[in-house]
């Protein structure tokens, strides 16, 4: 499986050739802005697509296995290119199907004779929808990074990639994404035409990127693409906080192992078979970690025991099941005053921490809630970590060594996602 495609990958790579030849700079990191969109709880970034260029907005997904864009509404470009039947684009985007499509006998972008088509998703949608696209390419462009520079001389030239491949869908499949949002931009692990892997085959860089999610709607956080450092304020580089834990799964999404949780210091007494059942992904598309019930129910009695006696219990709110009054609850640089939660991966000593400023959410005045939700039974997987938790810890995903790194809360080196000068 992984020799056909680096194949296609070799082939990729001439897609773009002319993209190389337009100049003598050759950027190894390049980078998105991402901001969460209050009203749906998405991250939605933006890149320049099309000729002429215009703003696109896309939710990301970190195991999604394409971009895909909205075509049937308002999408004009002079450079858009349907993929042939049989083409290399077309086996690099995993065509399903091939054919002819005409809308009141006149083609148009999504929409052509001789096209191919793939499946693309909306997770926003219940039960993650489905849907057929087709298949193309146009010009896109993004920022890179200039070297280890940390001031306002961070960012490099922008860079225009003639050919990127994406996938045009129609616009139902856009329900539910957030306002003026036109697709979705995938960085799935086993796809040859997710951002980092078309990235990576063109600029002949590690296929591995890093996110780093804002807690504040108004300020950015940061995508990178390629090589380290991952630079912040006063020059602090965050990859030198980076613990590992394996990928331990072969899909799109990317999985780890949790052998165990922690409340303070106390280890919960769960299930390891029930713990480890389809292993814990991570996800952006879902806004907060979900936990098998009988992994919920042991996680927030531990919780609720090791608050302070004089912090009580309140009334659920949706969708959270374990509030409590917010009188007592105090703050800190690493936010509410809340037991630590550990996530022990695969080693003892590696564990993801989860402090008070990624386990509490203010719901309402006066009432904080436990940030997890309880999933179904048949979920299929035993935890899903969502994006409340991700909030101001750099997430590295290092694809030829299959392994996720993180840092751990930023707010341990008094700094956060958005302070950094790339996005400002």
Request: glycine share 6%; aromatic share 12%; charged share 15%.
């Amino acid at each position: 499986m992984y020799s056909s495609c680096y194949f296609y990958l070799f082939h990729f790579c001439l897609l773009f050739i002319t993209c190389l030849a337009q100049t003598n700079f050759h950027p190894k990191t390049f980078f998105l802005a991402v901001k969460q969109d209050p009203s749906t709880l998405q991250y939605i970034t933006e890149i320049q697509q099309r000729t002429p260029l215009v703003p696109v907005k896309l939710a990301v997904h970190v195991g999604g296995e394409n971009l895909w864009v909205d075509c049937q509404t308002g999408f004009k470009s002079s450079t858009y290119k349907p993929a042939r039947c049989n083409s290399r684009q077309c086996n690099l985007a995993k065509s399903t199907s091939c054919g002819d499509c005409k809308t009141k006998n006149k083609t148009r972008p999504g929409c052509n004779s001789n096209a191919c088509y793939n499946i693309v998703s909306n997770p926003a949608l219940n039960n993650t929808f489905y849907s057929g696209a087709e298949i193309a390419e146009d010009v896109m462009t993004i920022q890179s990074i200039n070297g280890s520079n940390t001031g306002p001389e961070s960012r490099g030239p922008v860079v225009t990639i003639p050919n990127f491949i994406f996938s045009c869908s129609p616009s139902f499949l856009t329900q539910n994404l957030g306002k003026d949002v036109k697709g979705m931009i995938g960085f799935g692990q086993q796809s040859s035409v997710s951002f980092v892997t078309q990235l990576a085959s063109v600029f002949k860089f590690s296929r591995q990127f890093a996110i780093c999610l804002s807690a504040s709607p108004q300020e950015n956080g940061i995508i990178f693409i390629g090589h380290r450092p991952y630079l912040f304020a006063l020059g602090f580089d965050a990859s030198q906080d980076l613990f590992y834990t394996p990928i331990i799964r072969s899909s799109p999404e990317y999985y780890l192992h949790v052998s165990s949780i922690r409340i303070n210091a106390k280890t919960l007494p769960l299930n390891n078979t029930l713990l480890s059942l389809g292993g814990t992904r991570i996800s952006t598309a879902v806004p907060y970690t979900v936990l098998e019930p009988s992994i919920y129910d042991t996680v927030s009695k531990a919780f609720i025991s090791e608050m302070p006696e004089n912090v009580k219990t309140v009334s659920p709110v949706a969708p959270f099941k374990t509030c409590f009054n917010s009188s007592f609850i105090g703050i800190s640089r690493l936010g509410y005053n809340a037991p630590g939660i550990y996530f022990v991966l695969h080693d003892p000593n590696v564990f993801w921490t989860i402090t008070g400023a990624n386990s509490l959410l203010l719901v309402k005045q006066g009432v904080f809630c436990l940030a997890f939700v309880e999933g179904k039974k048949a979920m299929g997987e035993a935890i899903v970590i969502g994006s409340y938790q991700m909030q101001n810890n750099l997430v590295e995903f290092d694809l030829p060594r299959r392994r996720i790194g993180f840092t751990n809360s930023l707010f341990f080196r008094q700094t956060m996602c958005s302070d950094q000068f790339y996005t400002s």
